[in-house]
Nanobody, 123 residues
Framework: QVQLVESGGGLVQAGGSLRLSCAAS????????MGWFSQPPGKEREFVAA????????SYADSVKGRFTISRDNAKNTAYLQMTSLKPDDTAVYYC????????????????WGQGTQVTVSS
């Protein structure tokens, strides 16, 4: 079992930045693909970004390319999502996820999920 805990969410003005963190604990001797998903109010959960086990490969949703950066520090068992140029449409609960397969955009690839952290972007 792996436990994931997100932090770093909050209220920010449009154009601002936030950095989300996802700390993993438990069976962290195995390395996992890490992903970030968002769920805007009243909408389905959607893919934001993912990073491979080594950190050498990343994938982003078109809506965040050039604005968000996913990274990881395997020594600290932590993944990050640096969010810049935030827009009101980025308002959502952001979830961290971990998976044992390949890097991908489908939520079904990720077996472990955090509880989510709220990001609110005001106009």
């Amino acid at each position: 079992q792996v436990q994931l805990v997100e932090s770093g969410g909050g209220l920010v003005q449009a154009g601002g930045s936030l950095r989300l963190s996802c700390a993993a604990s438990g069976r962290t001797r195995s390395t996992y693909v890490m992903g970030w998903f968002s769920q805007p109010p009243g909408k389905e959960r959607e893919f934001v970004a993912a990073i491979s086990k080594s950190g050498g490969t990343t994938s982003y949703a078109d809506s965040v390319k050039g604005r968000f950066t996913i990274s990881r520090d395997n020594a600290k068992n932590t993944a990050y999502l640096q969010m810049t140029s935030l827009k009101p449409d980025d308002t959502a609960v952001y979830y961290c996820a971990a998976g044992t397969g390949g890097i991908g955009r489908s939520s079904s690839l990720y077996g472990y999920w955090g509880q989510g952290t709220q990001v609110t972007v005001s106009s």
